[in-house]
């Protein structure tokens, strides 16, 4: 498995790939695609990933389909049809369309809550059940999320500002990716905020002097 402290500053590939075979829960298929709609190497990236999983796609062995095979696909597809969300304008040009469509007109509009003092979260609705959380995270310039480390898998988009958490440097278009291999503290530039897009399948774990002791209190990812 990859060692997620290794990797920083883009999403890894097998995410990438998962993605390519229409196999990412709906929240981390809304972070790729704005990751890919921001970065220019992600897409490169994307693109030669696809490039190899065609090539091997092509170089499989036809497998027998039963006559109906077609007809029964496309009645599953009739009696479950994805969620469908209208488009919404993006919020003051900050989120690519793909994500505006999830936050409405202005992110001031969503439900932020207070996590620690500088930080606040603004969970997303999705368009059915999913082991991902879907949110906008917003760290106050100079401002950090306690030490911590993770139950599972967590992707930070920068959407806006920066920040840095020991390992990397992180600006707008940049993914932190973070799992149990992890032990961070992301702090957000002194000069500006810093809002990101949040996925995870789990709380975090505070493992700082004090945070021990807030463990029982503080679900960063999910409440």
Known sequence: MTNLAQIPA?????????HAAGATPEPVAVLVEAHLA????????????????GVLLEQQAPADVAPDALARLMARIEANP???RAAAPAAAGLLPASLSAYTGPSIENLAWRRIVRGVEQATLKLGGPSPYELSLLRIAAGKS????????????????????DGRAGYARGDVCAADASVDH????????DCLCLHVANAPIKLTGPF????????KLARR
């Open 145 to 164: 999320i306690p030490q911590h480390t993770h139950e599972g898998d967590e992707l930070l988009l920068v959407l806006a500002g920066s920040f840095e």
């Open 82 to 84: 994805a969620p469908v």
């Open 185 to 192: 503290a992301p702090v957000a530039d002194r000069a500006t």
């Open 211 to 218: 945070g021990r002791l807030l463990n029982p209190l503080l």
């Open 10 to 18: 883009h999403i890894p590939d097998e995410w990438l790939l998962d």
């Open 38 to 53: 921001l970065s220019a190497p992600a897409r490169a990236t994307y693109a030669r990933l696809a490039a190899v999983g």
